[in-house]
Nanobody, 130 residues
Framework: QVHLVESGGGSVQAGGSLTLSCVAS????????MGWFRQAPGKEREGVAV???????IYAESVKGRFTIVKDDLKNTLYLQMNSLKPEDTAMYYC????????????????????????WGQGTQVTVSS
Protein backbone atom coordinates (compact mmCIF):
# COMPACT_ATOMS: atom_id res chain seq x y z
CA GLN A 1 0.00 0.00 0.00
CA VAL A 2 1.33 3.39 -1.00
CA HIS A 3 1.60 6.17 1.52
CA LEU A 4 2.68 9.74 1.00
CA VAL A 5 3.09 11.59 4.26
CA GLU A 6 3.67 15.32 4.32
CA SER A 7 5.16 17.32 7.16
CA GLY A 8 6.74 20.68 7.79
CA GLY A 9 3.74 22.94 7.55
CA GLY A 10 3.09 25.64 10.09
CA SER A 11 2.42 29.30 10.69
CA VAL A 12 4.92 31.94 9.66
CA GLN A 13 4.97 35.65 9.04
CA ALA A 14 5.23 37.09 5.57
CA GLY A 15 8.77 36.93 4.31
CA GLY A 16 9.50 33.80 6.28
CA SER A 17 10.48 30.34 5.11
CA LEU A 18 9.30 26.78 5.49
CA THR A 19 10.41 23.46 4.07
CA LEU A 20 7.81 20.80 3.44
CA SER A 21 8.72 17.12 3.30
CA CYS A 22 6.91 14.21 1.72
CA VAL A 23 8.05 10.72 2.63
CA ALA A 24 6.90 7.92 0.37
CA SER A 25 6.44 4.36 1.50
CA UNK A 26 5.09 1.28 -0.19
CA UNK A 27 6.58 2.30 -3.52
CA UNK A 28 9.73 3.86 -4.85
CA UNK A 29 9.36 6.89 -7.06
CA UNK A 30 12.92 7.29 -8.27
CA UNK A 31 11.87 7.73 -11.90
CA UNK A 32 8.35 8.92 -11.32
CA UNK A 33 6.86 12.34 -11.67
CA MET A 34 6.19 13.87 -8.26
CA GLY A 35 4.79 17.21 -7.29
CA TRP A 36 3.29 19.62 -4.83
CA PHE A 37 -0.20 21.06 -5.04
CA ARG A 38 -2.09 23.41 -2.79
CA GLN A 39 -5.65 24.35 -2.08
CA ALA A 40 -6.84 27.42 -0.23
CA PRO A 41 -10.33 27.64 1.28
CA GLY A 42 -12.89 28.38 -1.38
CA LYS A 43 -10.40 27.97 -4.18
CA GLU A 44 -9.56 25.22 -6.61
CA ARG A 45 -6.52 23.05 -6.16
CA GLU A 46 -3.50 24.37 -8.03
CA GLY A 47 -0.20 22.87 -9.00
CA VAL A 48 2.79 24.45 -7.29
CA ALA A 49 5.81 22.52 -8.55
CA VAL A 50 6.64 19.20 -10.16
CA UNK A 51 9.80 17.11 -10.43
CA UNK A 52 9.94 14.85 -13.45
CA UNK A 53 11.47 11.41 -13.77
CA UNK A 54 14.49 12.91 -15.53
CA UNK A 55 14.89 15.64 -12.92
CA UNK A 56 13.27 18.53 -14.76
CA UNK A 57 11.26 20.94 -12.66
CA ILE A 58 8.25 23.07 -13.42
CA TYR A 59 6.92 25.83 -11.20
CA ALA A 60 3.74 27.82 -11.08
CA GLU A 61 4.36 31.43 -12.05
CA SER A 62 3.23 32.59 -8.63
CA VAL A 63 6.06 30.75 -6.85
CA LYS A 64 8.94 31.00 -9.33
CA GLY A 65 12.07 32.32 -7.70
CA ARG A 66 10.70 31.69 -4.22
CA PHE A 67 10.03 27.94 -4.04
CA THR A 68 12.36 25.06 -4.87
CA ILE A 69 11.34 21.44 -5.32
CA VAL A 70 13.97 18.87 -4.40
CA LYS A 71 13.88 15.07 -4.58
CA ASP A 72 16.06 12.73 -2.57
CA ASP A 73 15.74 9.23 -4.00
CA LEU A 74 17.90 7.68 -1.29
CA LYS A 75 15.44 8.87 1.32
CA ASN A 76 12.40 8.45 -0.93
CA THR A 77 11.51 11.99 0.02
CA LEU A 78 10.27 15.02 -1.87
CA TYR A 79 10.83 18.51 -0.47
CA LEU A 80 9.42 21.93 -1.14
CA GLN A 81 11.62 24.75 0.07
CA MET A 82 9.53 27.90 0.39
CA ASN A 83 11.12 31.31 0.85
CA SER A 84 9.73 34.84 0.89
CA LEU A 85 6.34 33.51 1.83
CA LYS A 86 3.30 35.67 1.20
CA PRO A 87 -0.17 35.59 2.75
CA GLU A 88 -1.52 34.33 -0.57
CA ASP A 89 0.61 31.19 -0.13
CA THR A 90 -1.69 30.16 2.72
CA ALA A 91 -3.22 26.80 1.82
CA MET A 92 -3.21 23.09 2.47
CA TYR A 93 -0.23 21.64 0.62
CA TYR A 94 -0.40 18.17 -0.87
CA CYS A 95 2.28 15.86 -2.13
CA UNK A 96 1.46 13.78 -5.18
CA UNK A 97 3.11 11.04 -7.21
CA UNK A 98 2.49 9.28 -10.49
CA UNK A 99 2.36 5.54 -9.88
CA UNK A 100 3.72 4.82 -13.37
CA UNK A 101 7.43 5.01 -14.15
CA UNK A 102 8.14 8.01 -16.35
CA UNK A 103 9.78 5.85 -19.02
CA UNK A 104 6.27 4.75 -19.92
CA UNK A 105 5.00 8.33 -20.11
CA UNK A 106 5.25 10.96 -22.80
CA UNK A 107 7.69 13.81 -22.33
CA UNK A 108 4.96 16.25 -21.39
CA UNK A 109 3.09 13.98 -18.98
CA UNK A 110 4.73 15.42 -15.87
CA UNK A 111 2.93 18.73 -15.51
CA UNK A 112 1.10 20.97 -13.08
CA UNK A 113 -2.18 19.15 -13.45
CA UNK A 114 -3.99 16.81 -11.13
CA UNK A 115 -4.64 14.06 -13.64
CA UNK A 116 -0.91 13.34 -13.90
CA UNK A 117 -0.92 12.01 -10.37
CA UNK A 118 -2.55 8.92 -8.89
CA UNK A 119 -1.13 8.92 -5.36
CA TRP A 120 -1.82 11.73 -2.91
CA GLY A 121 -0.91 12.59 0.64
CA GLN A 122 -3.22 13.94 3.32
CA GLY A 123 -1.76 17.42 3.24
CA THR A 124 0.01 19.81 5.56
CA GLN A 125 -1.28 23.28 6.38
CA VAL A 126 0.75 26.39 5.66
CA THR A 127 -0.46 29.69 7.07
CA VAL A 128 1.30 32.96 6.29
CA SER A 129 0.31 36.05 8.23
CA SER A 130 0.89 39.62 7.13
Amino acid sequence: QVHLVESGGGSVQAGGSLTLSCVASGNTYSRHCMGWFRQAPGKEREGVAVFSGDAHTIYAESVKGRFTIVKDDLKNTLYLQMNSLKPEDTAMYYCAADSIDSIYRSDRWCALRGKTFSDWGQGTQVTVSS
